[in-house]
């Protein structure tokens, strides 16, 4: 079992800043996959950015130029910069593990942004 647990969300204004954290902890794998989603009201939860256990990263479209995904000095953390937001950001942001088949969220952290 792997266990997730997000902080950092909040209440910001537009165009703020805000940084969400992740960490994974339990049974762990040496090669994994960290990531964020996001989901808002009435909304299917959609990617906003990976980044594997090599290093690699991606982003959606919604994310890329303002978000950054990295990882933290210990192994399976992760953390998401989010620059520049939007009212269209709010959502409750998801932090996801990936390990062979093996597919872990976190309850979320809720992220408000306002006009």
């Known amino acids: 079992q792997v266990q997730l647990v997000e902080s950092g969300g909040g209440l910001v204004q537009t165009g703020g800043s805000l940084r969400l954290y992740c960490e994974a902890s339990g049974s762990l794998f040496n090669i994994f996959v960290m990531a964020w989603y996001r989901q808002a009201p009435e909304n299917e939860r959609e990617l906003v950015a990976m980044?594997?256990?090599?290093?690699?990263?991606n982003y959606a479209e919604l994310a890329k130029g303002r978000f950054t995904i990295s990882r933290g000095d210990a192994k399976y953390t992760v953390s998401l910069q989010m620059t520049s937001l939007k009212v269209e950001d709010t959502a409750i942001y998801y932090c996801?593990?990936?390990?062979?088949?093996?597919?872990?969220w976190g309850r979320g952290t809720q992220v408000t942004v306002s006009s």
């Open positions: 980044i594997s256990s090599d290093g690699r990263r």
């Open positions: 996801n593990y990936k390990q062979g088949a093996s597919n872990y």
